[in-house]
């Protein structure tokens, strides 16, 4: 069992850059791998990006063009996204998920057993 949350949302200019926080507690952190979501209103929940137990891989979703980085401090629990150059269609809630198993469809939500309630990312034009 791990409960997730997220934080660092908010609303932003275009073009300027966030970083979002997934703080883990309950089972060690170190044991999940950990993913990133995001939906907006109206739309699927969509894959981010993702990173292994070590955070020694990590991969994204070719539709976000370089403009996201993930990576994680198990030190203290936290996994984070941050994402370069916001444009409005960027406006979403983020998630973190996390499962301590990969079966290779890293970039599927029935992949991940364990959600944050999310948090609200909103890019102004």
């Known amino acids: 069992q791990v409960a997730l949350v997220e934080s660092g949302g908010g609303l932003v200019q275009a073009g300027a850059s966030l970083r979002l926080s997934c703080t883990a507690s309950?089972?060690?952190?170190?044991?999940?791998?950990v993913g990133w979501f995001r939906q907006a209103p109206g739309k699927e929940r969509e894959f981010v990006g993702a990173?292994?137990?070590?955070?020694?891989?990590?991969t994204y979703a070719e539709s976000q063009e370089g403009r996201f980085t993930i990576s994680r401090d198990n030190a203290k629990n936290t996994a984070f996204l941050q994402v370069y150059s916001l444009r409005p269609e960027d406006t979403a809630v983020y998630y973190c998920?996390?499962?301590?198993?990969?079966?290779?469809?890293?970039?599927?939500?029935?992949?991940?057993?364990?959600w944050g309630q999310g948090t609200q990312v909103t890019v102004s034009p």
């Open positions: 990173i292994s137990r070590r955070g020694g891989s990590t």
């Open positions: 309950g089972d060690t952190f170190s044991d999940y791998y």
């Open positions: 998920a996390a499962t301590a198993h990969w079966s290779g469809r890293t970039n599927h939500r029935e992949e991940y057993d364990y």
